[in-house]
């Protein structure tokens, strides 16, 4: 008669029960890291089609078919696209080394400067809307004879800054993008569906940098309460007009 087998240990015991509680957490968890890795996959597309457009853009620099107002200040009309890049940055989650974000920033310019006096009780807020605009600026006082201030002479250099920023949710599985100076000079974020993000939102992207089309700005709801937010660069910083300003 054959000796009755070991009854298993305590310790066989627990490594059963924890290879088992592993197989069924792995289980669990295989579908998350999938829609994790195919966000950050289209990402990554995101990443690839921004930092070839670039490239091409600089080569072509297209007249971009916009109109960038501080009312009543000044006006920069029709710049053409300059220069950009894409970065961006990764971090761990869920065990994963995943997107973080995606970024282009890139610039717009006209040549020469735009030159205007201001009645000098109106510079300081001029100055604070020209900063909020990210534009570079000159700034110098004008006086008569007697020595008195009669004019703020501002000369600034046309060439706008502007950024997209892509924002991945892993966990509500959306993409906020948010647009800099990219029509206006004003910011606005907008919420795609992260399985929404492919070439032909690209292709809009690039037809409202360029001024061909807003269609981008309908793809997706807009973050928050549903309306775009201003840098205050629109809002009035004086009731009196400029005295004159002409790009040179």
Do not use: C
């Not at 029960?17 to 592993?22: G, K, T, V």
Request: aromatic content about 8%; hydrophobic content about 40%.
């Amino acid at each position: 008669m054959s000796p009755p087998p070991d009854k298993p240990s305590l310790l066989d015991k627990l490594r059963a029960q924890s290879a088992a509680l592993q197989q069924e957490e792995g289980a669990r968890r295989r579908p998350v890291e999938e829609a994790l890795q195919d966000i950050d996959r289209r990402l990554w597309r995101v990443f690839r089609w921004l930092d070839e457009a670039v490239h091409l853009l600089e080569v072509i620099k297209p007249v971009v078919a916009h109109s960038f107002r501080l009312d009543p200040i000044l006006a920069i009309q029709s710049p053409h696209y300059d220069r950009g890049f894409v970065s961006y940055r990764r971090r761990a989650l869920a065990g994963l080394e995943l997107l973080e974000h995606v970024e282009m920033f890139y610039r717009m310019r006209l040549d020469g400067e735009i030159a205007f006096k201001v009645p000098p009780g109106a510079a300081h807020g001029v100055e604070e809307r020209l900063r909020l605009a990210h534009l570079q600026y000159h700034y110098q006082t004008e006086m008569d004879g007697n020595r008195v201030v009669r004019h703020g002479v501002f000369r600034v250099t046309p060439e706008i800054s502007s950024s997209i920023h892509f924002t991945p949710d892993y966990r509500r599985q959306v993409v906020e993008v948010t647009l800099r100076n990219v029509d206006r000079f004003e910011s606005v974020a907008l919420e795609f569906r992260a399985d929404a993000l492919d070439e032909p939102v690209l292709e809009d992207l690039y037809k409202l940098m360029m001024g061909e089309a807003n269609t981008f700005l309908r793809r997706a709801p807009l973050v928050g309460v549903g309306a775009r937010r201003p840098e205050r660069t629109n809002a009035p910083a004086s009731t009196i007009a400029p005295v004159a300003g002409r790009p040179r």
